[in-house]
């Protein structure tokens, strides 16, 4: 049993810059792959990027690549999200994710934060 609490969100303007956090409980974080994904009212979740268990493999949207690094600290039992050059685009509530795979199918993972918004003004 994995619980995620997602932190960071906020109100920044466009260029800008914010890092999400995700802080799990539970002895077995270490074992997860973790994932970050976003959901804009109306809309579908996305992925948005994900970890391998040791951070050795990373994958990332194509919408977000060169902008957000996904990475973790497994002494911590946190998974972070950092993001540049926000785009009011990138606008949505934000979600990390547990897993056995690094992939982009949010079926995939099992147990789920609650979720940090990210407004990014124009």
């Known amino acids: 049993q994995v619980q995620l609490v997602e932190s960071g969100g906020g109100l920044v303007q466009a260029g800008g810059s914010l890092r999400l956090s995700c802080a799990a409980s539970g002895r077995t974080f270490s074992s997860y792959a973790m994932g970050w994904f976003r959901q804009a009212p109306g809309k579908e979740r996305d992925f948005v990027a994900a970890i391998s268990w040791n951070g050795g493999y990373t994958y990332y949207a194509d919408s977000v690549k060169g902008r957000f690094t996904i990475s973790r600290d497994n002494a911590k039992n946190t998974v972070y999200l950092q993001m540049n050059s926000l785009k009011p685009e990138d606008t949505a509530n934000y979600y990390c994710?547990?897993?056995?795979?690094?992939?982009?199918?949010?079926?995939?993972?099992?147990?789920w934060g609650q979720g940090t918004q990210v407004t990014v003004s124009s």
């Open positions: 994710a547990a897993g056995p795979w690094v992939v982009a199918d949010p079926t995939k993972y099992d147990y």
